[in-house]
Structures are given as C-alpha cells and as structure tokens.
C-alpha cells in the first residue's frame, strides 16, 4: 500500500549517506499524492540537513505538497512562516552556509506565489 511506500521512503531518506539520492527521494515525497505525518515530519527534519540541496528540495517539497493538497495548504504555511522566525532555524548548512529559515522562505515563496499565480488565472 502507499503507506508502507511512503515509510520505506522516509526511512531511505533518514538512513541514506548520499546528498543526491536524499534529493531524490525528497521530490518524490513532494510529488506523492499520499501525504502523511511521516512525509511531512521528514520533510522538516531536511530542512536542517547538512546539505544545501537537500534543504532546498525539502523546502520545495512541502510548497508542492501544499500546492497539490490544499487540505495541508493552511498547515505547511503556516509551519513555514512560523519557522523563519524560530531561532532553531539558524542552523547553517556545510556548504552555502546558508540558515535553514532561508531556505524556508524559499519554499514559502513557492508556496504563496505559485498559489497567488493560479489565483490570477482563474480571475
């Protein structure tokens, strides 16, 4: 079933040593149309990887997520928002030695102008 999917996939991105691959299954968690606790937990613990790529494609994953599934939309946006003020997020990655809250603001910049965007067109 998808659940059992979805739990191999965390489990993969929490064990796996290669930046690239945990990208990987990053997308493939913000592309699923089967969101969970578990996705969405993973996710945000990405958030604060030693990578910025991961970062990135964490923070990218939970605006698609929110752009798909509009039921979590209000959840993931406001859990974004609220980050960039949380001193937590500080947390600079090894290699831009970028705080995780920018790349927060990247997803919720995602988020919000992707959905302002579809907004417009159906005006």
């Not at 578990?38 to 996710?43: F, I």
């Not at 939970?62 to 500080?90: N, V, W």
């Amino acid at each position: 079933s998808s659940g059992v999917i979805t739990t191999t996939l965390c489990n993969l991105f929490r064990e796996c040593a290669s930046w690239n691959t945990r990208c990987d299954l990053a997308q493939i968690l913000g592309q699923s149309n089967q969101t969970d606790d578990a996705s969405l937990a993973t996710l945000w613990q990405g958030l604060f990887d030693n990578d910025n790529d991961v970062r990135r494609a964490c923070a990218q994953a939970q605006a698609q997520i929110g752009k798909k599934q509009s039921a979590l939309r209000p959840l993931i946006e406001k859990r974004l928002a609220d980050a960039i003020y949380d001193p937590g997020f500080e947390v600079r990655d090894n290699f831009e030695k970028r705080p995780a809250y920018d790349y927060v603001y990247e997803g919720l910049w995602s988020l919000v102008v992707s959905s302002d965007q579809s907004h417009l067109e159906q005006a």
